[in-house]
């Protein structure tokens, strides 16, 4: 395992373009339960009932108001040494005038506290609400509602600013991480069970376009196989110890 981190951090250190899409799992040892890991139930819910335009449409109130809660959960949560790292490699890697692009499935924003610049949210965010109707967005509350809160422009009922199972990614976003994915020398993979489209085929992209890729998981996941470097443990051990020296 150590002369697997080497060769990925020596990877990093020499990469003009990296890339890294984070999951879940990097969040996990921020108190986040990941999607998958608890038996299909998150936080008491289905994720069919609270992650698709079908369970909103059924039980709207019951959903904002879910949302709502993990909102105020937030307050509590801090990001965690993996998230500090992945800020760290950013200011590294644009400190010697390359490119880094962190594109994430996540909707908590840990990586934006962390100190992580122009992260690409591809399944939207959980700080803002935004309008079923216009463009409007506002922040999220964390307090449960009565209601559906209206939009204050237009009237029409707001939604959480999260992208749904069946929903289309944000076009601009998606066409960003792609064609970073495209480009980079080097992919990192973190936390993800890399399964749920379009985001798991950013690897593919990157490995078509010759890229070296890591990949930063607990466990083996579809993409173990296709990845140059393999790392299984934390997320908040193992980047840490990606992080070039600052003479590197
Ligand atoms: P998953 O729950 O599918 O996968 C989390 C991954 O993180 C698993 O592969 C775990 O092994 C790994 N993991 C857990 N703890 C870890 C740790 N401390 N360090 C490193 N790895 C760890 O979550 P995602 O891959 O993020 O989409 O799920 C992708 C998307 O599916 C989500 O964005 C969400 C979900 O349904 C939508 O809601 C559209």
């Keep these: 395992m150590h002369g697997r981190v080497e060769e990925a951090r020596a990877l990093i250190a020499a990469a003009r373009q990296v890339v890294v899409l984070t999951g879940s799992g990097i969040s996990a040892e921020s108190g986040i339960p990941t999607f998958r890991g608890a038996g299909g139930l998150w936080k008491g819910m289905r994720v069919e009932d609270f992650a698709t335009p079908e369970g909103f449409n059924r039980r ?40 880094f692009v962190l594109a994430t499935q996540n909707i908590d924003g840990l990586h934006q506290v962390a100190g992580s610049t122009g992260v690409l949210e591809l399944h939207g965010t959980l700080r803002t609400a935004r309008c079923q109707a216009c463009p409007r967005r506002q922040p999220m509350p964390a307090q449960p509602a009565d209601a559906l809160p209206p939009c204050p422009d237009c009237g029409a009922p707001l939604r959480p600013d999260v992208v749904w199972f069946g929903e289309a990614l944000p076009e601009d976003v998606l066409i960003a991480a792609t064609d970073a994915a495209s480009r980079c020398d080097v992919f990192v993979s973190v936390g993800t069970s890399a399964v749920v489209y379009p985001a798991a085929g950013l690897v593919e992209w990157a490995l078509s376009a010759g890229a070296k890729a890591v990949e930063v998981n607990l466990e083996p996941t579809p993409i173990s196989r296709l990845v140059d470097v393999p790392l299984h443990g934390k997320a908040g051990e193992i980047l840490p110890q990606l992080v070039p020296e600052p003479s590197q």
């Design 60 to 99: 709207p109130l019951e959903v904002w108001n879910w949302y709502t809660r993990r909102r105020a959960e937030l307050e509590d949560s801090r990001p965690n040494s993996g998230h500090v790292a992945l800020a760290e490699m950013q200011r590294h890697v644009e400190a010697r005038g390359g490119s």
